[in-house]
């Protein structure tokens, strides 16, 4: 059986994907002990592989190499498996490979088994998978938030950010959302019922943040010159929860904060986190994310692009800035 998938030819440059990843097709290899091959329907566009995509050594996790296909989060049902626990038929969630049939360790892909009763499939990919455990994680535990406190989260009209919102509300926190474009911002403010929007694209975001007031935790998904910006505006032992640094995806820079001070003016703490550090709660935080979810009070605005064909123009969409949601790729049956 000849399978087509995204194959990385070399590092892109910027959110030059195209010149960097090729749809390339091979037969199937023979299925290994302990692995399992998934017809994939979806596959989740997440801005932190682009990471991935890059040389650097002392990200999260090595980059992938050259000539391999590229990897992220897939959905779909087993074909064949040689894993115990997976069978025939079962819905899946996995970290596979942009393809039409991704083939995996069962366990070292984090490999799981989903209830197919829930109505829609992509919230495996949305409120209650990674997006959603990271958005309660960081508000709640990374953040610490209480009730009553005030909660900024940056890239809040992306898959993380607008669930982190909403789970701010739901925690009984005061939520805002830094967003690009009035769109985006009403989106926040008129849909989802946050207190308010400050729009990075727009002028004088010092001054939107100041009308604001100061806040409590901030949620960062972008880093760079933003984070500077809300330094000097949290109050006094605030938590700094770093999510991503969508800022450094692709302009080549680091985050380096020219108000670092703040942090000891202001006694804040700035911790990052990342899903697989809290792994093992998984299924708790997705029992407590549906049961929000199918109460109709966390909800996900879903982006979707049709075909294998077209992952890339999806891909481009995170870093463009071009989507509301979760971005998803949906292949054909």
């Known amino acids: 059986m000849q399978n087509r998938f995204w194959r990385i030819a ?45 040389d650097r050594e002392d990200g999260y996790q090595p980059p992938l190499p050259l000539g391999i296909p590229m990897s992220g989060l897939v959905l779909g049902e087993v074909l064949e498996s040689r894993a115990d626990g997976f069978a025939p038929g079962d819905l899946v969630r996995a970290f596979g ?34 997006n959603g455990w990271t958005a309660l994680w960081g508000v709640e535990q990374t953040g610490a ?34 967003a690009g474009g009035a769109a985006k911002c009403a989106y926040l403010t008129d849909e989802l019922g946050i207190a308010g929007a400050v729009d990075y694209k727009a002028a004088d975001v010092g001054g939107q943040l100041d009308a604001a007031g100061g806040f409590d935790i901030y949620f960062d998904n972008v880093g760079g010159a933003l984070l500077d910006q809300v330094l000097t505006r949290m109050n006094h032992y605030g938590r700094i929860a770093v999510c991503g640094l969508l800022a450094d995806y692709t302009g080549g820079g680091r985050t380096s904060p ?76």
């Not at 290899?29 to 566009?45: D, F, K, Q, V, Y």
């Not at 393809?99 to 209650?128: E, Q």
Request: hydrophobic residues 45%.
């Open 258 to 333: 020219r108000e670092f001070d703040q942090v000891l003016m202001r006694r804040l703490r700035i911790e990052g986190f990342f899903s697989p550090d809290f792994m093992h709660e998984g299924p708790a935080l997705t029992r407590r994310l549906r049961d929000w979810t199918e109460a109709g009070a966390l909800v996900m605005p879903y982006d979707v692009t049709q075909g294998l064909e077209n992952t890339l123009t999806a891909y481009a969409k995170l870093f463009t800035g071009g989507n509301i949601g979760k971005v998803i790729v949906e292949l054909d049956a």
């Open 145 to 178: 938030a209480k009730p009553g406190e005030r909660v900024l989260v940056s890239a809040a009209a992306g898959a993380t950010g607008i669930l982190a919102v909403q789970v701010a509300k739901l925690l009984g926190c005061e939520a805002w959302g830094i």
């Open 10 to 54: 070399r590092r892109p440059e910027g959110t030059d994907f195209a010149a960097a990843l090729e749809l390339d097709e091979a037969p199937l290899a023979p299925l290994g002990t302990g692995e399992i091959r998934i017809r994939n329907s979806h596959l989740s566009m997440d801005a932190g592989t682009r990471m991935w995509l890059t």
């Open 97 to 130: 490979q942009w393809a039409d049939v991704s083939t995996v360790d069962a366990v070292m892909s984090g490999a799981i088994v989903l209830d197919p009763t829930v109505t829609d499939r992509r919230a495996w990919f949305g409120p209650l998978g990674m």
